[in-house]
């Protein structure tokens, strides 16, 4: 795991305060850590200047593909 990865793991780390867990606790929102992994996907694509990628079409699949929004 890289260091990029830990970085948008922390930003999954949310507290609650529902009648489903105590006030004050922290659970990990594995939605939110997908969709900021397939938005970080999507920026190295959108950036990449590999000839064989074509960036935005690829992009816009990966965005469909996991129903992730900007």
Known sequence: MNDRIKE????CWIQRDD???FAGQTYF???KFAELIVK???SVLE???H???SRYSA???LKKH???EE
């Open 19 to 21: 009648s489903a867990l």
């Open 51 to 53: 000839e064989m990628i």
């Open 40 to 42: 970080e996907c999507c």
């Open 59 to 61: 992009s816009d699949f």
């Open 47 to 49: 950036n990449s200047h």
């Open 66 to 68: 996991f129903g992730v």
């Open 29 to 31: 929102d594995a939605k």
């Open 8 to 11: 948008l793991e922390i930003k």
